[in-house]
Nanobody
Framework: QVQLVESGGGLVQAGGSLTLSCAAS????????MAWYRQAPGKQRDLVAS???????NYADSVKGRFTISRDNAKNTVYLQMNSLEPEDTAVYYCNAYIRLRNWPYSTYGYWGQGTQVTVSS
């Protein structure tokens, strides 16, 4: 009923920038929190940044001052602007969103995107 589709990953040199996008589509009544997580090989999936429906943001300490999360509510899209990238930022980045459905059962569920690879070379 709902899909999250990410884009914007790729290979970049250390110090470079990338912008990730995640668009939600389907039976959407409203979207609450949206977030970006990342998972490096052999490690757990960690929160990178989150944003509320009102625009309040939260960041992992490791990305503060370098990454910016934003959203376009009209487009049901969340973005992650990543600057001053470091090799340690290399991971698969996943979009997450809490979405209230427009159709039955009219409840709120958490959804994940398929992930997009970000590789930062030194």
């Amino acid at each position: 009923q709902v899909q999250l589709v990410e884009s914007g990953g790729g290979l970049v040199q250390a110090g470079g920038s990338l912008t990730l996008s995640c668009a939600a589509s389907g039976s959407i009544f409203s979207i609450n929190n949206m977030a970006w997580y990342r998972q490096a090989p052999g490690k757990q999936r960690d929160l990178v940044a989150s944003i509320t429906s009102g625009g309040g943001t939260n960041y992992a300490d490791s990305v503060k001052g370098r990454f910016t999360i934003s959203r376009d509510n009209a487009k049901n899209t969340v973005y992650l602007q990543m600057n001053s990238l470091e090799p340690e930022d290399t991971a698969v980045y996943y979009c997450n969103a809490y979405i209230r459905l427009r159709n039955w059962p009219y409840s709120t569920y958490g959804y994940w995107g398929q992930g997009t690879q970000v590789t930062v070379s030194s």
